[in-house]
Nanobody, 126 residues
């Protein structure tokens, strides 16, 4: 299984950015794909997740109402649309895959994810 993130960059506060996670090498029916982020000097934190078949999504409180996670099944890609970006959103963003999905309430816990991408930098600054 391989995950490759793209779409990071330097943006101004209040603008939008969409990250992509291209996934290859798996053919599973039941999974969770999540985005995590890690800012300098801080622990890695879960940002958003989506679980197959149910289409269930989850968001961290810090991004709820601003970020949207979705899938492009034809392209085997998971997207993270980030709106109204703030300087506190500055971090390296990683996508990760869990087969099977984490237990209920644990989708933001990184130990449940077996596969990780290399990360993409997002910097929000004026």
């Amino acid at each position: 299984v391989q995950l490759v993130e793209s779409g990071g960059g330097l943006v101004q506060p209040g603008t939008s950015l969409t990250l992509s996670c291209s996934i290859s090498g798996f053919a599973r029916d039941y999974w969770t794909i999540a985005w995590f982020r890690q800012a300098p000097g801080k622990d890695r934190e879960g940002v958003a997740s989506i679980t197959s078949s149910l289409g269930r999504t989850g968001y961290a409180d810090a991004v709820k109402g601003r970020f949207i996670i979705s899938t492009d099944d034809a392209a085997n890609t998971v997207l993270l649309q980030m709106n109204d970006l703030k300087p506190d959103d500055t971090a390296i963003y990683y996508c990760a895959a869990a087969f099977p999905p984490p237990p209920t309430g644990k989708t933001e816990d990184s130990p449940f994810y077996q596969y990780w991408g290399q990360g993409t930098q997002v910097t929000v600054s004026s």
